[in-house]
């Protein structure tokens, strides 16, 4: 009881996330990538140096070696069993999905980083907003996908454990090339994140 209880919490806080996009936090990082700035670097505007920023950074960092490394258990440390993906062109994936994404993922030089600029703990529920990008090969070029995440995470023995993730692209790049918008929906590559890695069953 007590977990669906908090299920459905964490359920009203993802359909309550467009409230925080319109944010500080995101507004100062979609201005970041727009102009062209590298997300990695702290916005002033943004940025909340708090020991709840400081703590979800850390699962963030296990989870993107876990991604950068192809580690399948490091994945499985940071996904909760019922965690659900939502990419950027809105394709919803499991945790299970997710593994097998990254298993099968055909290119090996991919690579991603993520970047959290603001959090917030509710209890056993805790919210990071941040910016993600994203290089992979698209064709015969090297693609880097810049955007803002969400992730929703329910501390499970001890630990935190991502229940939710969405993503939000912001702009598409191609390295030596003047950025450009994000592409539509129907021509988008899917980017890594969260993990996001090819086309169909992956963000």
């Avoid at 876990?66 to 990419?87: I, K, T």
């Avoid at 056993?124 to 992979?136: E, L, N």
């Avoid at 929703?152 to 003047?178: I, L």
Wanted: charged letters at 15%; aromatic letters at 8%.
């Amino acid at each position: 009881m007590r977990f669906a209880s908090i299920a459905g919490f964490v359920s009203g806080l993802v359909f309550c996330f467009p409230c925080l996009v319109g944010g500080t936090p995101a507004q100062a990082a979609v201005t970041a990538m727009s102009t062209g700035a590298d997300p990695t670097v702290p916005v002033a505007a943004a940025v909340t140096d708090s020991p709840a920023v400081r703590e979800l950074q850390a699962v963030e960092d296990k989870w993107t070696t876990a991604l950068n490394q192809r580690d399948q258990y490091g994945l499985e440390l940071v996904l909760a069993p019922l965690f659900m993906n939502v990419s950027q062109t809105g394709i919803f994936t499991t945790r299970d999905q997710q593994i097998a994404n990254l298993i099968t993922l055909d290119d090996k030089t991919a690579a991603t980083e993520q970047k959290v600029l603001a959090a917030r703990v509710l209890g056993d529920v805790a919210i990071a907003t941040g910016t993600y990008s994203y290089r992979h090969r698209a064709g015969n070029g090297e693609v880097l996908d810049r955007g803002i995440f969400t992730h929703v995470f329910q501390r499970q023995h001890g630990q935190w454990m991502c229940v939710s993730a969405q993503e939000t692209p912001v702009a598409t790049e191609t390295p030596g090339a003047k950025p450009k918008a994000a592409k539509s929906k129907a021509q988008a590559e899917m980017p890594f994140h969260i993990p996001f890695f090819t086309k169909g069953n992956s963000q």
